[in-house]
C-alpha cells in the first residue's frame, strides 16, 4: 500500500523556490537605522546610492544637467543647481531631522565628489560622456539648522544637483 499523495515533483520545487525568495526578502529587511549606526542623536548617513550610469535603460536618451534633477516622491527642495561646471559650495537651510536626500547628475569624463555638512554624508560618482546619475541619501536624528554642499569636479564636468527631505 502506498503513503499519502504526494505533490508533484514541480509543485515541491515551486514551494521550496517561494520559501528561499522570501528568506531572501527577509534578510534585506532591518530595523530602519543606517549601516553603521551612530549612537543616539547623530546624523546616520545611509549609504545606499541608486544606482547610477546613463539613461540609456530608460529610454535611450542621454542623462541631462541642463536642470536640477526633481524631487522624489513629493519631497520638499531644499537647494537646486543647474548646469555648472568644476566645483562649488552649495548652502542648505532648513535641513531639519529626517531623511535628507542628493541627487546628482553629470555629464564628461571624471570623478565628482560631493560632501554634505555637517551631515557627513560623502560619495563619488564617475561622470561619462553620455551622462551619469545617482541619489543618495543619509537619516538625520539630530536638527541641522544649516549646511552646505561641496561638489568637487574637474572643470571638463558638467552637473546639476538637487537637495531635499
Known amino acids: ?34 549601516p553603521g549606526a551612530r549612537p543616539s542623536g547623530a546624523s546616520a548617513p545611509a549609504a545606499a546610492p541608486r544606482p547610477s550610469g546613463s539613461s540609456d535603460g530608460g529610454g535611450g536618451a542621454a542623462e541631462t544637467v541642463s536642470v536640477a534633477p526633481e524631487p522624489l516622491n513629493g519631497s520638499v527642495l531644499l537647494a537646486a543647481t543647474h548646469s555648472r561646471a568644476g566645483s562649488a559650495t552649495i548652502p542648505l537651510g532648513g535641513i531639519g531631522t529626517g531623511r535628507l536626500g542628493i541627487q546628482v547628475v553629470c555629464r564628461g569624463e571624471g570623478t565628482l565628489s560631493v560632501a554634505v555638512e555637517p551631515v557627513g554624508l560623502a560619495f563619488s560618482l564617475e561622470c561619462a560622456d553620455r551622462g551619469s546619475s545617482t541619489y543618495n541619501e543619509a537619516l538625520l536624528k539630530r536638527d541641522h539648522a544649516e549646511g552646505h554642499v561641496r561638489v568637487t569636479a574637474p572643470s571638463t564636468v558638467r552637473w546639476a544637483l538637487s537637495a531635499e527631505r
Open 1 to 34: 500500500m502506498r503513503g499519502p499523495a504526494r505533490p508533484p515533483v514541480g509543485a515541491r520545487h515551486s514551494r521550496a523556490l517561494s520559501a528561499c525568495l522570501m528568506a531572501l526578502a527577509l534578510a534585506g529587511c532591518d530595523s530602519g537605522e543606517a
